[in-house]
């Protein structure tokens, strides 16, 4: 005798092993897609983009940073840390744009706390709205499981320290990336801040060079030391990790 239809039935059903069950991972990448698009879309509107690409707004905001430095250094973090989130671009317009306003000592500093910040944001977002759905595809393939889960404080370390060294990859897209590894938050924050050091100072110090005609000498030198400091590294890290990874 058939069992009479309940109005809970269906819904029940749907929850436990239905569109729920079968879906339900992808509800975070979802949302996340979507409030990335809506939160681009007011930063667009309300010229964020224009903060690190138009030259006329960089020279109307350095007038204003003479005048109302801290109200400048503030409205500086806040941009940058949303453009670290929002906007696919290079670390090194973030660098530039601060040496520019600030000079090459606060400009580096303002730089690095600012970058840092958005860096933990986007890697807690991905961490939360993208780990659960996107780990388990990218673990389909050995390359990928191995160097960046099966040795997370390893091989993903090394490779966070290449890609902070050299400001140039998309700033927001690697941050999101890093938070889909096993990599933990206080050494992304810790190697973040640290490694991004020569790459941010190189820049920033080099920007405030060429918009300062009676420092520049001193401070071009400046940011060529940077550059050595940079080079140097990179070949340590190529002959102590790619290197020997590639021979392994």
């Known amino acids: 005798m058939a069992q009479p239809y309940r109005c809970g039935d269906g819904a029940a059903a749907v929850t436990k092993g239905g569109f729920f069950a079968s879906n339900g991972k992808w509800l975070k990448p979802a949302a996340f897609a979507a409030a990335l698009t809506a939160l681009y879309a007011m930063s667009r509107h309300m010229g964020l983009t224009e903060c690190f690409a138009d030259s006329g707004y960089i020279d109307g905001f350095r007038a204003y940073a003479a005048e109302h430095y801290l109200s400048a250094a503030l409205i500086y973090v806040a941009a940058t840390t949303a453009g670290c989130v929002l906007l696919a671009l290079p670390g090194v317009c973030f660098a530039i744009v601060s040496g520019v306003l600030f000079g090459p000592v606060m400009g580096t500093l303002l730089c690095l706390v600012s970058a840092t910040f958005g860096a933990v944001l986007s890697f807690l977002a991905g961490r939360f709205f993208l780990k659960d759905s996107v780990k388990p595809m990218l673990e389909k393939s050995p390359v990928l499981k191995r160097f960046l889960f099966d ?50 100072a190189l820049f920033t110090v080099g920007a405030a060079g060429l918009s300062d005609a009676e420092n520049r000498a001193g401070l071009m030198c400046a940011a060529a030391v940077f550059a050595v400091m940079l080079a140097l590294i990179g070949v340590f890290l190529y002959k102590r990790y790619l290197k020997r990874g590639r021979a392994a």
């Not at 040795?151 to 050299?166: C, E, H, K, P, Y």
């Not at 140039?168 to 941050?175: D, E, R």
């Open 151 to 200: 040795n997370a404080d390893g091989s993903a370390l090394v490779l966070l320290m290449v890609t902070r060294l050299l400001p140039v990859f998309p700033y927001n897209l690697q941050n999101f990336a890093y938070g889909i590894t096993d990599v933990g938050l206080l050494p992304y924050t810790i190697y973040t801040f640290v490694f991004m050091f020569p790459g941010v």
